[in-house]
């Protein structure tokens, strides 16, 4: 599903409580499925979202999490502040990259856990058929015996 203006206009009204002047606010897709739209030859950001981002009061970066630090690093650099706010935003960025980071470990460890489910779903499929076999066996195993006792 595609970022629409709608959605940067709710991440709006959730920074409404910020400070407009202090405030860098980031709005985060999967890389995955970005990279489905990329292929595409389109952006997971619609054109009126993107517009929107750009045309607001507040600071909107648009990305996906494997892009986050790179984008803001972009964003302070073509957007330069007052030396009052540097120290607030250096503080800013790093935790922006501690929150990268958790952001790709989680990724890890979901994809992690996606990769257990699925041999688990493997292994489970591969009882299912032995199963099956065996049913089949046994079932031909009572119509041989059957057969056997009624026909004797």
Not at 76 to 95: A, R, T
Request: with cysteine.
């Amino acid at each position: 599903m595609r970022v629409r203006v709608d959605d940067v206009v709710h991440f709006e009204g959730a920074l409404s409580r910020y400070n407009k002047e202090t405030t860098i606010a980031i709005l985060i897709t999967r890389y995955a499925n970005r990279a489905i739209w990329l292929a595409r030859e389109m952006d997971i950001f619609t054109d009126c979202a993107i517009a929107r981002a750009i045309s607001s009061e507040y600071k909107i970066i648009l990305t996906d999490e494997l892009h986050v630090y790179s984008d803001l690093i972009n964003f302070i650099e073509l957007n330069p502040l007052d030396s009052s706010n540097i120290e607030d935003i250096s503080w800013e960025v790093e935790k922006v990259s501690q929150i990268n980071e958790e952001i790709l470990r989680r990724i890890e460890d979901a994809e992690d856990r996606f990769d257990r489910f699925e041999e688990r779903c493997d292994r489970i499929e591969k009882l299912e058929r032995q199963n099956s076999f065996l049913m089949y066996f046994i079932i031909f195993m009572l119509s041989a015996i059957l057969i056997n006792i009624f026909y004797k």
